[in-house]
T-cell receptor
Framework: AQSVTQLGSHVSVSEGALVLLRCNYS??????LFWYVQYPNQGLQLLLKYTTGATLVKGINGFEAEFKKSETSFHLTKPSAHMSDAAEYFC???????????FGDGTTLTVKP | NAGVTQTPKFRVLKTGQSMTLLCAQD?????MYWYRQDPGMGLRLIHYSVGEGTTAKGEVPDGYNVSRLKKQNFLLGLESAAPSQTSVYFCASSYSQTNHNEQYFGPGTRLTVT
């Protein structure tokens, strides 16, 4: 079985501040991990993914995430928030059940001017 | 490439009516999925398909049927709509069963059942 927990359904930061969105996963096999972003009234699009190899993964728009096996975590960070980062962010895991992802409940990021 | 497209974008149904949502992808992907998105509940998998002519149940399949007669199309049907099916529906596709392949999402269909 596989599952994802996103800590904090809403996160608010000031423009220029650090963004940290938390994701913990459970998987009975080595996982593949993804972060997706959803802008208002749009579908989800891939931010970044971890498959194998380097545990620090860089994605689009300055985001990055670090796979920590010992902590079963895959937190998403960005050093300096921009107003355009306001969106909903989803963490997803693929482990068992080839082809099917399990998504977290999502975290809504608000960026204050 | 258009990617993943969904029709219609919006629909209002009365309880008991039926409808079909169409998803099309032009990326030659094997896998296709239907999700529903409700506030605070993330994305829940309704049905999915691992190839032309195949379908399988996901997490919340009751009240929905699907068909994959052509590789590029995945249809989601509601035979008798209920207010509990008011939601935003997303279609997605991915290249293969390899776990590192991400999903590509359509823009969504917002369905209201009154």
């Amino acid at each position: 079985a596989q599952s994802v927990t996103q800590l904090g359904s809403h996160v608010s930061v000031s423009e220029g501040a650090l963004v940290l969105l938390r994701c913990n996963y459970s998987s009975s096999v080595p996982p593949y991990l993804f972060w997706y972003v959803q802008y208002p009234n749009q579908g989800l699009q891939l931010l970044l993914k971890y498959t194998t190899g380097a545990t620090l993964v860089k994605g689009i728009n300055g985001f990055e995430a670090e796979f920590k096996k010992s902590e079963t975590s895959f937190h998403l960070t960005k050093p300096s928030a921009h107003m355009s980062d306001a969106a909903e962010y989803f963490c997803a895991v693929k482990g068992t059940n080839a082809g099917k992802s399990t998504f977290g409940d999502g975290t809504t990021l608000t960026v204050k001017p | 490439n258009a990617g993943v497209t969904q029709t219609p974008k919006f629909r209002v149904l009365k309880t008991g009516q039926s409808m079909t949502l169409l998803c099309a992808q032009d990326m030659n992907h094997e896998y296709m999925y239907w999700y529903r998105q409700d506030p605070g509940m993330g994305l829940r998998l309704i049905h999915y398909s691992v190839g032309e002519g195949t379908t399988a149940k996901g997490e919340v399949p009751d009240g929905y049927n699907v068909s994959r007669l052509k590789k590029q199309n995945f249809l989601l049907g509601l035979e008798s709509a209920a207010p509990s099916q008011t939601s935003v529906y997303f279609c997605a596709s991915s290249y293969s069963q390899t776990n590192h392949n991400e999903q590509y999402f359509g823009p969504g269909t917002r369905l209201t059942v009154t």
